[in-house]
């Protein structure tokens, strides 16, 4: 597990229940893909009180179409915020490249990231989703 780099809300709402969340850079997230989709759970530690932890699971045409509404709204991110600009597009590309190198989950064929190697069409497309 990683500690959280800034900051996650989550909120649950039932009929007659409402559960919000905040994790914090005090608490630990882990990120990974399986046979099915994409897993990721946020974990807080602490006594009986404050600990919690959100488990999702995402199916592959779910994430890929979360990937693909994220594109469309991405110009909505004010331009003066490089920084973040900045951790998605290379966030993107990691995944991109990872998948086009065809890397496994026991890391076999897995590449280091060298943005390199994509094409200039690659470079283009992939700055049309993120813009």
């Known amino acids: ?30 990120a990974h893909l399986d046979d ?21 699971h995402f199916h592959y045409a779910l994430f890929a179409d979360i990937l693909h509404d994220l594109a469309k709204t991405a110009a909505s991110m004010p331009p003066d915020d490089a920084s973040h600009r900045e951790a998605m597009r ?9 998948l086009k190198d065809g890397a496994t989950a026991n890391g076999a064929g897995k590449k280091a990231f060298d943005d390199s190697q994509m094409t200039p069409e690659e470079e283009v497309l992939l700055l049309h989703v993120l813009e």
């Open 36 to 56: 099915n989709g994409i897993a990721l759970a946020l974990y807080r530690s602490g006594d009986a009180e404050t600990r919690r932890s959100v488990h999702m």
């Open 90 to 98: 290379e966030a993107a590309k990691a995944l991109y490249l990872s």
């Open 1 to 30: 597990m990683k500690p959280i780099p800034d900051k996650a809300e989550v909120a649950l709402e039932y009929p007659d229940k409402f559960y919000i969340g905040t994790f914090e850079r005090s608490a630990r997230f882990d």
